[in-house]
Nanobody, 114 residues
Framework: QVHLVESGGGLVQAGGSLRLSCVLS????????MGWFRQAPGKDRLLVAR??????ATSESVEGRFTISKDDAKNTLYLQMNNLQPDDTAVYYC?????????WGQGTQVTVSS
């Protein structure tokens, strides 16, 4: 059973930074396409960044500010978030998927004050 646990969320002022972490257990980390999604209150869950092997992609809304990366030895996915803005306020979710299925973490809250 694949299990994802996120951490690193919190309250930060506009312009600040946070780094989210997601630890995967119960699966072979480097076989999954990994991603970060976010969901603001009353809105859909949207893709923020995705990492397939060493190929990374970020959404236009965060490009140049957020960076997705991983440490295969630690089974951990990261999201470095710089120059955070109030519009980045959301619950951030880690996602892993392969041909067998799709898995989600419980989410971590990121709140950016103006």
């Amino acid at each position: 059973q694949v299990h994802l646990v996120e951490s690193g969320g919190g309250l930060v002022q506009a312009g600040g930074s946070l780094r989210l972490s997601c630890v995967l257990s119960g699966g072979t980390f480097n076989t999954y396409i990994m991603g970060w999604f976010r969901q603001a209150p009353g809105k859909d869950r949207l893709l923020v960044a995705r990492l397939a092997g060493n190929n990374a992609a970020t959404s236009e809304s965060v490009e140049g500010r957020f960076t997705i990366s991983k440490d295969d030895a630690k089974n951990t996915l990261y999201l470095q978030m710089n120059n955070l803005q109030p519009d980045d306020t959301a619950v951030y979710y880690c996602n892993a998927n392969d041909l067998a299925g799709e898995y989600w973490g419980q989410g971590t809250q990121v709140t950016v004050s103006s």
